[in-house]
């Protein structure tokens, strides 16, 4: 990089620009924290509704199944309008295409967030069963295609500013992420098991071309691969899981699948062992997708040879959707057969706890790090499930309201979010310094100090330092294990021990960032989109202090019992409206 | 109605101080030495009118007054509550701790303006006053124990002051050591009282840590259940000796008294601030306010004031022979606390509170003009080299003197009522039975000493000839020092009226009887005693003789025949040499305590923590996992086929199991 004087002056502007970035977010923090204190609700009514509610509210009553569907439809849109551009003008869309899809993402906000304002609003407006109950529009879904969208928002502006990616046809990756995020939204809805195939397949389809995207670095072509061929195996398992599930109970909506098992259990004792094959199956299938142990070894390849965006994408994005899916099957199709699943369920968890953990210790390469990182920490999400499950034991309706659920729920959420702020700066130092290896984060501090301060506050989050957001998760995915129908103390025994662990391979990095020496001491300056996208998670994983508003209204939102009440209310039929 | 009036009052009264501190310690290094001095003597002193507020709102009402402010702490089964116990004892000290501290703090605007980080000093000075009011106001136990800590903790910072100095960091560990075994002390004495039938009595959770829950209970049982309260005496001596064992290491009594005389460096705005009001009046407080306790303890009451009794009177024999000025005083404060405590120990605990605030007043005049002095001479704090200041610092000395008269017990001055009415408490109240003679006479034998080393001490600065050091010319110091020393005279010298004879205007008497009289009746109806008819005039001719005693002989020795002290030394070796050594309580202490520590505590170190903890267990935890670590890393090879493998197996493995559970 030649260093003349315009050079200069774009490093000085740059570095002023970086003087007011600290005020600046202590400034969003503070604004953030009194709008929160000052009542969410009367900001949605104020600032929110008068621009929005009218014509919504006329489309919505009009056309209330489109209604619910418009995010994914959006998002649909959007997708063919980038490939429309892409066709076009072919060379023209490095930035018209990932700015699309974020117009298209914010968009699809609108709709979610005003479902969702309703349903706390008057309750069950709008919300049931569509299409012949292949998906189940509830509170639950609503508050994951929040977060969801929200997380593609990161990977987008990680691709956008990406030197990974081809200049020609970049419009079709970000097509190809619009398909993934329908399919995605799609997935967190999903109540039968067909659409859950067809859906959870459509994700991981679209996500072996985005892993193999990079077609002139062997390491992605070969991620790719591995990937297919691991994914596709793992489906077969879940599909041949799926089969003996129909077989079984004779229908594919996982309302009527709760009930129906249950009356065969009680009539013919000897399906068990086939009940407890077709659980192993599904277990194994899904376990690939959430890339938990011993299901998780293509993870680290995938990670190192995917394209950072993608990384990030696949290290959150699908695994909300999975995660939604493990929540629909196991605690509402598979809850009456809760003492089959669980045993495996608390294996998974204490490998992935484990494993994760052990692998971590040692690697110095960021991504591969990551990657293992997430095995671990989808194995702290499955203490909420081990802990749910145990309640479903006893009383199957009770799962879905016990603390494992929402404990389950609230940390995938803040797994994103803290996940995301990482990606985001593995992203920055690697545009920065053409690396992701830990060598590359040495003395981060000093080149570029609001990313590594945001590194910081993601990694302590991770590892649970407590008055962070991480700690709160780690807490309420533990308390379920110590409440006194359920008491498995020694798997919170085993993910307390994780956890020290945890906290070393997390204190090696902050360590690198803050205590070694920079191989190269040149200070560099992320792009204003970088900049402000650091404020977000650190805002959030900061503001989590104040008072906890994310746990009560996740709580009162997330775990209402309206996931209960359609199978109380509707029985095993469903509601059918719109189409 | 009443209290709606007072809440936000006595709030502000306690928060002003803290906000002057947390100013002081957040933008007081930006600040000139005129606005740190201003915000700590404004907050002070704003805090002093709103406690004469509280007082004369206060004049002429009985009845506590709690002023509630929610709960501290909310857990199942827990409540602490947040509010302020408004009675004659806390509203007395309120106005006397600031209206002290306000002097304190306007000379230390003069005494320390050539000195850096003042506005450490003043933040820590108004961070002390801060605490020693949440003390004060406490309405529970629990909030008492943060007022206390707090005291522990800025004292602590004021002696070690200047941190550079090793001396002082030994003079503040020696402190705070001492501390930490009293306050545990304390903290077991409360935990007991906490726990105690008469505190769990109450229905409700967490009532018992009032005051007014436990000592209305205690008051109840005294008419209602004699023979269970009875069966509690046992109980009552325990905690009143351990609180007692609490309040003697802050208010540095004998045994605990080490860390008092040996503040040789710190400020002396910062020694008299913790003689006078805050930390050495803390303990005193802490007696008083948890006299109800005490009067159903007997026996602990004798040896209470039996100790005190000897205390007051070994400190002072101690101060006769000191050659530092500040040491005399501070062996003089270990004497008059032990007075203080006497009269607790005896249950006359309303002279006691009197004594306190004559002490306050006439001690802060007394080091605060031996810190002019100490000014004027440019650090000489040795009187064997100072002498004949009379005609260069006449003011100083006239103020010196009063405040000498009054501690020492001149007639109608100050502390001649306070030490009278003590006297007069003990000798009459019936608690302790015969051992009130002993306690009484030994107490009484403090008083000419007491006169003895006051007066030695001003005629070794003030009369005699003047020595004059080379480079030194001694002057009378600013106003700003010098005001504060002439008002704290000013009131040594008619101090003695706030117990004025007429009942209406005594304001010691409208205080704190409601205060100290309830429990003190139904602990003379609970015990069947009867109170010895004496009169308070009774005791002040006895005062004003041995007072004469103790002024005669100093008199008559440091003007007429000043070579006899060296005869004493002379002839007396040991015993001098045994009071000039202050006690050789360190010395005992170390063989007896500090080195069998020391030993067994580097055995631990070198054994039990390198050997087993650090290289056992920490590094082998840290070694294994790595190993695990190694040993996990090689089933992840890179092939695809390996993968599936797994797989397989893990899938085998489920079936295999859930296949033997059939």
């Known amino acids: 990089m030649e260093n003349g004087p315009e050079q200069d002056r774009k490093e000085l502007r740059l570095y002023e620009a970086g003087n007011w970035f600290p005020p600046l977010m202590a400034g969003i923090l503070v604004v953030t924290g009194l709008l929160v204190y000052l009542n969410y609700e009367f900001i949605v009514h104020h600032f929110y509704l008068p621009f929005i509610s009218t014509p919504l509210e006329v489309f919505a009553s009009t056309y209330r199944a489109y209604f619910l569907l418009l995010p994914e439809m959006l998002d649909l849109a959007g997708g063919i309008l980038i490939l429309l551009m892409d066709m076009i003008r072919p060379n023209k869309n490095r930035l018209r295409a990932p700015l699309t899809a974020q117009v298209t993402l914010i968009l699809s906000y609108f709709p979610v967030i005003f479902t969702m304002y309703l349903t706390t609003r008057y309750f069950n407006a709008a919300l049931g069963q569509y299409w012949g109950g292949l998906e189940t529009i509830d509170p639950f879904s609503l508050f994951l295609k929040s977060i969801v969208l929200l997380t593609v928002n990161y990977v987008v502006v990680i691709a956008m500013r990406s030197k990974e990616l081809p200049e020609k046809f970049s419009g079709e990756f970000y097509a190809f992420l619009m398909f993934a995020v329908v399919a995605v939204e799609c997935v967190v809805s999903s109540s039968d098991i067909l659409a859950i195939f067809l859906l959870t397949e459509f994700v991981a389809i679209t996500s072996y071309i985005l892993v193999g995207w990079l077609k002139n670095r062997p390491t992605s072509t070969e991620a790719a691969l591995k990937y297919f061929l691991l994914g596709s195996m793992s489906s077969a398992f879940m599909v041949f899981g799926f089969a003996i599930m129909y077989g079984l109970s004779g229908t594919t909506n996982l309302y009527e699948m709760k009930?129906?098992?249950?009356?065969?259990?009680?009539?013919?004792?000897?399906?068990?062992?086939?009940?407890?094959?077709?659980?192993?199956?599904?277990?194994?299938?899904?376990?690939f997708k959430l890339a938990i142990a011993p299901f998780h070894m293509y993870l680290p390849d995938v990670f190192e040879g995917a394209p950072t965006a993608i990384a990030t994408f696949l290290s959150v994005t699908p695994k909300l959707a999975t995660t939604a899916v493990f929540i629909r099957v196991f605690l509402l199709g598979l809850s009456t057969v809760a003492d089959l699943w669980v045993p495996m369920m608390l294996i998974c968890a204490v490998l992935s706890m484990t494993i994760g953990n052990l692998f971590a210790i040692r690697q110095t390469n960021m991504k591969r790090f990551l990657a293992f990182s997430s095995i671990t920490h989808m194995g702290y999400m499955l203490l909420g499930l081990c802990a749910a499950g145990v309640i479903a034991k006893t009383n199957s309706n009770a799962a879905i309201q016990s603390l494992g659920y929402f404990g389950m729920l609230h940390y995938m959420v803040i797994y994103a979010i803290m996940n995301t702020g990482i990606f985001l700066i593995v992203s920055v130092v690697e545009h920065h310094s053409g690396g992701s290896?830990?060598?590359?984060?040495?003395?981060?501090?000093?080149?570029?100090?609001?990313?590594?301060?945001?590194?910081?506050?993601?990694?302590?989050?991770?590892?649970?330092?407590?008055?962070?957001?991480?700690?709160?998760?780690?807490?309420?995915?533990?308390?379920?294990?110590?409440?006194?129908?359920?008491?498995?103390?020694?798997?919170?025994?085993?993910?307390?021990?994780?956890?020290?662990?945890?906290?070393?391979?997390?204190?090696?990095?902050?360590?690198?960032?803050?205590?070694?020496?920079?191989?190269?001491?040149?200070?560099?300056?992320?792009?204003?989109?970088?900049?402000?996208?650091?404020?977000?998670?650190?805002?959030?994983?900061?503001?989590?202090?104040?008072?906890?508003?994310?746990?009560?209204?996740?709580?009162?939102?997330?775990?209402?019992?309206?996931?209960?009440?359609?199978?109380?209310?509707?029985?095993?039929?469903?509601?059918?409206?719109?189409? | 109605m009443f209290f709606i009036d007072l809440k936000y009052p006595v709030l502000y009264s306690l928060l002003l101080p803290l906000i002057g501190s947390i100013i002081l310690g957040m933008w007081g290094r930006r600040f000139g030495q005129r606005t740190i001095a201003s915000v700590a003597i404004s907050t002070v002193f704003g805090s002093f009118l709103l406690s004469l507020y509280i007082a004369l709102k206060f004049w002429g009402t009985g009845d506590p007054v709690l002023l509630s402010f929610g709960n501290l702490i909310e857990v199942t089964g827990l409540e602490i509550p947040?509010?302020?116990?408004?009675?004659?004892?806390?509203?007395?000290?309120?106005?006397?701790?600031?209206?002290?501290?306000?002097?304190?703090?306007?000379?230390?605007?003069?005494?320390?303006?050539?000195?850096?980080?003042?506005?450490?000093?003043?933040?820590l000075m108004t961070l002390s006053v801060f605490f020693m009011l949440a003390l004060i106001l406490a309405d529970n136990f629990i909030t008492l124990l943060i007022g206390w800590s707090g005291i522990a903790v800025t004292t602590y910072l004021l002696i070690g002051f200047r941190f550079y100095n090793s001396d002082t960091v030994q003079s503040a560990k020696r402190f705070f050591i001492i501390n930490a075994v009293s306050d545990t002390a304390l903290l077991v004495g409360l935990i007991l009282l906490i726990t105690s039938p008469i505190a769990l009595n109450y229905s409700g959770t967490g009532a018992g840590l009032t005051y007014r829950a436990v000592f209305e209970n205690l008051t109840t049982l005294s008419v209602t259940d004699k023979p269970f309260?009875?069966?509690?005496?046992?109980?009552?001596?325990?905690?009143?000796?351990?609180?007692?064992?609490?309040?003697?290491?802050?208010?540095?009594?004998?045994?605990?008294?080490?860390?008092?005389?040996?503040?040789?460096?710190?400020?002396?705005?910062?020694?008299?601030?913790?003689?006078?009001?805050?930390?050495?009046?803390?303990?005193?407080?802490?007696?008083?306010?948890?006299?109800?306790?005490?009067?159903?303890?007997?026996?602990?009451?004798?040896?209470?004031?039996?100790?005190?009794?000897?205390?007051?009177?070994?400190?002072?024999?101690?101060?006769?022979?000191?050659?530092?000025?500040?040491?005399?005083?501070?062996?003089?404060?270990?004497?008059?606390?032990?007075?203080?405590?006497?009269?607790?120990?005896?249950?006359?605990?309303?002279?006691?509170?009197?004594?306190?605030?004559?002490?306050?007043?006439?001690?802060?005049?007394?080091?605060?003009?031996?810190?002019?002095?100490?000014?004027?001479?440019?650090?000489?704090?040795?009187?064997?080299?100072?002498?004949?200041?009379?005609?260069?610092?006449?003011?100083?000395?006239?103020?010196?003197?009063?405040?000498?008269?009054?501690?020492?017990?001149?007639?109608?001055?100050?502390?001649?009522?306070?030490?009278?009415?003590?006297?007069?408490?003990?000798?009459?109240?019936?608690?302790?039975?015969?051992?009130?003679?002993?306690?009484?006479?030994?107490?009484?034998?403090a008083i000419p000493v007491t006169a003895f080393y006051a007066y030695r001490l001003y005629y070794r600065i003030f009369e005699g000839e003047y020595h004059k050091p080379p480079g030194v010319e001694p002057s009378e110091p600013d106003l700003s020092m010098e005001a504060p020393v002439w008002i704290s005279a000013a009131l040594s010298v008619i101090g003695g009226i706030i117990a004025f004879p007429k009942p209406e205007f005594n304001v010691i008497d409208r205080y704190l009887s409601p205060v100290i009289d309830p429990p003190m009746i139904s602990a003379i109806g609970f015990w069947g005693r009867t109170e010895d008819a004496f009169s308070s005039y009774f005791f002040m001719p006895i005062t004003v003789g041995v007072f004469l005693i103790g002024y005669w002989v100093a008199r008559n020795i440091y003007l007429r025949r000043p070579d006899d002290p060296r005869e004493f030394k002379i002839h007396h070796k040991d015993l001098h040499m045994y009071l000039w050594d202050e006690l050789r309580v360190e010395e005992i202490l170390d063989v007896i305590l500090i080195r069998p520590a020391k030993w067994i505590v580097s055995w631990l170190w070198r054994e039990v923590d390198e050997g087993l903890i650090d290289r056992g267990i920490v590094e082998g935890t840290g070694k294994s996992t790595f190993i695990l670590a190694r040993m996990v890393n090689l089933l992840r090879n890179g092939y695809t086929r390996y993968y599936l493998l797994y797989l397989a197996i893990f899938i085998t493995l489920v079936i295999w199991l859930a296949s033997r559970q059939e």
């Open chain 2, 82 to 123: 947040l509010g302020f116990h408004l009675d004659g004892l806390s509203v007395l000290l309120l106005t006397v701790v600031t209206a002290v501290a306000s002097l304190i703090l306007v000379y230390s605007t003069g005494y320390m303006v050539v000195r850096s980080s003042s506005s450490r000093f003043f933040g």
């Open chain 1, 437 to 579: 290896h830990l060598d590359h984060f040495k003395g981060l501090v000093h080149r570029a100090p609001p990313s590594a301060y945001t590194m910081l506050v993601c990694l302590l989050s991770l590892a649970g330092i407590p008055p962070l957001a991480g700690f709160m998760a780690k807490f309420f995915v533990m308390w379920p294990l110590f409440e006194p129908n359920v008491e498995l103390y020694p798997l919170a025994i085993i993910a307390i021990l994780n956890m020290v662990v945890s906290a070393y391979i997390y204190l090696r990095i902050i360590k690198a960032m803050f205590l070694d020496k920079p191989m190269v001491e040149e200070r560099f300056y992320p792009d204003t989109t970088y900049r402000y996208a650091m404020i977000p998670p650190f805002a959030f994983l900061a503001l989590y202090l104040f008072g906890g508003y994310l746990i009560r209204w996740a709580y009162a939102y997330a775990s209402s019992s309206y996931f209960l009440t359609i199978n109380i209310y509707f029985g095993s039929s469903g509601p059918t409206g719109g189409l």
């Open chain 2, 229 to 445: 309260l009875g069966s509690l005496v046992p109980l009552f001596e325990t905690i009143a000796i351990l609180i007692f064992i609490g309040a003697a290491g802050k208010s540095a009594q004998l045994l605990q008294h080490i860390w008092l005389p040996n503040t040789s460096d710190t400020p002396i705005p910062a020694i008299a601030l913790m003689q006078s009001v805050t930390t050495v009046a803390a303990g005193v407080y802490l007696m008083a306010r948890l006299h109800p306790v005490l009067l159903f303890a007997p026996t602990a009451m004798a040896i209470i004031a039996v100790i005190s009794a000897l205390s007051a009177f070994i400190a002072a024999g101690v101060a006769l022979v000191q050659t530092d000025m500040k040491k005399i005083l501070a062996w003089s404060t270990i004497s008059q606390v032990g007075l203080m405590f006497l009269g607790c120990g005896v249950g006359a605990v309303a002279a006691a509170i009197f004594h306190l605030v004559t002490h306050a007043v006439v001690k802060s005049c007394l080091i605060l003009s031996v810190g002019s002095v100490k000014y004027a001479m440019e650090g000489e704090t040795d009187i064997r080299r100072l002498g004949g200041l009379k005609s260069l610092l006449p003011f100083t000395r006239v103020a010196f003197l009063a405040a000498v008269a009054a501690l020492s017990g001149f007639p109608m001055l100050a502390g001649f009522f306070s030490v009278s009415e003590i006297f007069h408490g003990t000798f009459t109240l019936p608690f302790i039975f015969g051992w009130k003679w002993l306690a009484g006479i030994v107490g009484y034998a």
């Open chain 1, 259 to 287: 009930v129906a098992l249950h009356e065969v259990r009680m009539q013919d004792p000897s399906m068990v062992p086939v009940m407890l094959l077709s659980t192993l199956f599904f277990m194994v299938g899904i376990g």
